[in-house]
């Protein structure tokens, strides 16, 4: 089994009805050569390259731009649509005035998995005032937290909000809350793997940029940047596979996986077992 989570269904051609909106969500997330799709043609790369199911991310603008990448109510449709590929994702800006009805709904209403944060996109520091009820609220469903880290080459994103030490209080005060900092907070990869050393509940994936080819950033991180046998002995249990599509391939990242030494528990954790505890369902048959 192989779990993608971190994929942005926002050319997804079920919820791509309104060219305002599409155009919107393009000039946000900062992807313009790009048109919907339709699910054909996204099964057929998952099939390709051995994906079982895909989390999907939207992305609550409200208060910064006024709109959402993709928002709630379409991530619930896209699962209903497939519950058997997708797992669904919230969102909500922490500035909102309803931001603890607005979870309240997308937990208890929509049912879905867990909670999406960019700290460098919706501008506020992980352990601003306004985000502790909404990590509470998180607790009370039990649901993991997904955030963006390190560098975003998104329009008006600010790194600093979402650098990898700026999360540390966050994995000190909540220790039963599962966080996410995705993309291995490149560039900042030797103070994500401090994290992971330290909090036991923190987690990230492999949505890596790559500079060079995917084999050689897939194999320089996890060879060069992280000691060869880091994984193995230490992070084997705390990292995901992600892909961060559209903007990169599923299948080039994982070609680029299948290429990194290291023994098949190691392999099992980053391509499923993980992600399964990171969304509380290890006993879940799927």
Excluded at 159 to 185: Q, S, W
């Amino acid at each position: 089994m192989i779990i993608d989570m971190h994929i942005h269904p926002i050319y997804y051609k079920s919820i791509c009805n309104d060219p305002e909106e599409l155009e919107f969500r393009s000039k946000a997330f900062g992807v313009f050569k790009q048109s919907p799709y339709d699910y054909e043609e996204m099964f057929v790369e998952m099939e390709y390259g051995r994906v079982d199911k895909a989390a999907l991310l939207p992305l609550d603008l409200t208060t910064t731009e006024g709109g959402c990448i993709v928002t709630n109510d379409q991530i619930a449709q896209l699962v209903s649509e497939h519950p058997e590929r997708f797992i669904g994702f919230a969102s909500v800006d922490p500035h909102r005035e309803d931001a603890l009805e607005v979870l309240d709904y997308v937990f208890g209403t929509l049912k879905l998995k867990g909670l999406k944060l960019n700290p460098a996109k919706q501008h506020f520091y992980p352990m601003d005032d306004c985000m502790q009820p909404i990590y509470e609220k998180c607790l009370e469903y039990n649901k993991p937290v997904i955030f963006h880290a390190g560098l975003s080459w998104e329009p008006d994103c600010i790194t600093e909000y979402a650098h990898p030490l700026k999360f540390e209080g966050v994995a000190v005060k909540y220790p039963k809350l599962r966080i996410c900092l995705a993309h291995f907070a490149w560039p900042f990869v030797r103070e994500m793997v401090m994290l992971m050393i330290k909090y036991p509940n923190v987690y990230t994936d492999t949505s890596v940029l790559y500079m060079d080819s995917p084999e050689e950033s897939m194999m320089r991180l996890f060879t060069v940047d992280m000691g060869p046998l880091w994984t193995e002995r230490a992070l084997h249990s705390q990292i995901m596979f992600g892909s961060n599509g559209p903007r990169f391939r599923q299948f080039k990242l994982l070609r680029a996986l299948d290429k990194v030494p290291m023994k098949e528990y190691a392999r099992e954790g980053i391509y499923y077992k993980n992600a399964l505890r990171f969304l509380g369902e290890e006993g879940v048959e799927w």
